[in-house]
């Protein structure tokens, strides 16, 4: 698979298929999708699915999945599948697949996926996601999962997680512009004399430290980042055999 994100939340494992499987759940936390609605099934049959992204206020790209899961497996774990397509002449995304997977531990549970996907639009379509699309599915999909894991843990219902996110990021371009000002006025300060020059000689050091700490300074324990997950793989791992039995529909 060409994405890979791991998230250990410890929460119960019904807790965690619930808000995951349950379309007006899902939505709720992940940012990649705006709607996901089940579609009606025969007995016997996979669930098809329809899902929209908001893109624009003005453009909704739209597509179709199929997906199957299997929630009591021998081992205690539990897998879920789907397979995806947008027909949407706008959207990069032509169609792909990809699964989750629960594995309980002592702690919790380790939530994964793995997906990929095929872009349109040919040459110029795999430049534009190899250099920007895929980097930011990447990203979306990590910050969701510690999106969900506050939600699970601590309470922290997906609306909130998102104003925090958005208040902290708001704050830190403020630091990180006042400190920009600050040294444009740093030749005004050395002309106050020599008070003024040893200040303007502490200025540009002091502001420097802010504007380091307003880009990288670790985000706040309540509010998402992308960064507290694993995006890569500890060990060797499999295809599941269900999202292989979805190529017969």
Request: proline share 7%.
């Amino acid at each position: 698979m060409g994405l890979y994100v791991e998230a250990h939340i410890r929460a119960d494992l019904d807790e965690l298929w619930s808000r995951t499987q349950e379309p007006a759940q899902h939505r709720r936390w992940d940012l990649r999708f705006s709607e996901i609605d089940y579609l009606p099934r025969a007995a016997g049959e996979p669930q098809r699915f329809r899902y929209a992204v908001r893109v624009l206020p003005f453009l909704t790209i739209s597509g179709t999945g199929i997906a199957a899961g299997e929630r009591e497996r021998p081992d205690g774990t539990r897998t879920s599948a789907l397979r995806f397509t947008s027909p949407h002449p706008l959207s990069l995304l032509a169609h792909g697949s990809g699964y989750w997977r629960y594995v309980p531990d002592a702690h919790g549970v380790r939530f994964l996926t793995g997906y990929d996907y095929r872009p349109r639009w040919g040459v110029l379509g795999a430049f534009a996601d190899r250099l920007l699309f895929r980097p930011l599915m990447g990203w979306a999909t990590a910050w969701s999962f510690d999106r969900l894991r506050l939600w699970l843990e601590r309470g922290i219902s997906p609306e909130r997680a998102r104003a925090n996110w958005l208040a902290e990021l708001a704050v830190r371009a403020l630091l990180f512009a006042g400190c920009l000002t600050g040294l444009g006025l740093e030749p005004a300060i050395g002309a106050l004399g020599r008070f003024g020059t040893g200040v303007a000689c502490l200025c540009p050091l002091l502001l420097a430290a802010v504007m380091a700490l307003a880009l990288f300074k670790a985000p706040l324990a309540r509010t998402p980042a992308a960064r507290r997950c694993l995006r890569a793989p500890a060990e060797h791992t499999r295809t599941p055999r269900v999202l292989r039995t979805l190529e017969k529909h």
